[in-house]
């Protein structure tokens, strides 16, 4: 079997992808229902509800729980991957972003101070997660996983 045809046909890796594609869709979805506006760009951003990544995550790690046992020395490496993403998710790039945050706040007031010549590029400031959002992501990855690997 050639490699291509083995990438597609790993159950594992397309259950996480499209775990994660669903997430970001329903990001885009919840935009529209509750913000009243259609933001196809959310599709490509990180942060936001629901975690793209803990559902990719998650996904993957329940696929291999069922199919490999939750014994297995696989399934101890993906449960612990999916928990590191999931901690820096919460941790980490929530924390920058919120340093992202106040940082623009500090320029905006420079730039009224600062007559010309300063005009830094603001920084992205949505790029973690709350515990809520994972935890969405995290069901949903869940959910996905025991799809793929016990319905269909």
């Given at each position: 079997?050639?490699?291509?045809?083995?990438?597609?046909?790993?159950?594992?890796?397309?259950t996480a992808v499209l775990a994660s594609t669903g997430?970001?869709?329903?990001?885009?979805?919840?935009?529209?229902?509750?913000?009243?506006?259609?933001?196809?760009?959310?599709?490509?951003?990180?942060?936001?509800?629901?975690?793209s990544h803990s559902a990719m995550v998650a996904a993957?790690?329940?696929?291999?729980?069922?199919?490999?046992?939750?014994?297995?020395?696989?399934?101890?490496?993906?449960?612990?991957?999916?928990?590191?993403?999931?901690?820096?998710?919460?941790?980490?790039?929530?924390?920058?972003?919120?340093?992202?945050?106040?940082?623009?706040?500090?320029?905006?007031?420079?730039?009224?101070?600062?007559?010309?010549?300063?005009?830094?590029?603001?920084?992205?400031?949505?790029l973690g997660h709350t515990y809520l959002e994972v935890?969405?992501?995290?069901?949903?990855?869940?959910?996905?996983?025991?799809?793929?690997?016990?319905?269909?």
């Open positions: 079997m050639n490699t291509f045809a083995e990438l597609l046909g790993n159950r594992w890796l397309l997430a970001q869709v329903l990001k885009v979805l919840l935009i529209l229902l509750i913000e009243r506006r259609w933001r196809p760009a959310a599709f490509m951003e990180t942060g936001g509800m629901p975690s993957l790690t329940t696929g291999i729980g069922l199919t490999q046992g939750v014994g297995s020395p696989l399934f101890a490496a993906s449960a612990v991957f999916a928990l590191i993403v999931m901690y820096d998710a919460t941790g980490v790039r929530h924390s920058s972003g919120m340093q992202a945050r106040l940082l623009n706040e500090l320029v905006d007031e420079l730039r009224a101070v600062v007559r010309e010549g300063f005009a830094p590029l603001p920084l992205r400031v949505l935890g969405i992501g995290t069901l949903l990855g869940v959910g996905a996983g025991f799809f793929a690997f016990t319905v269909l």
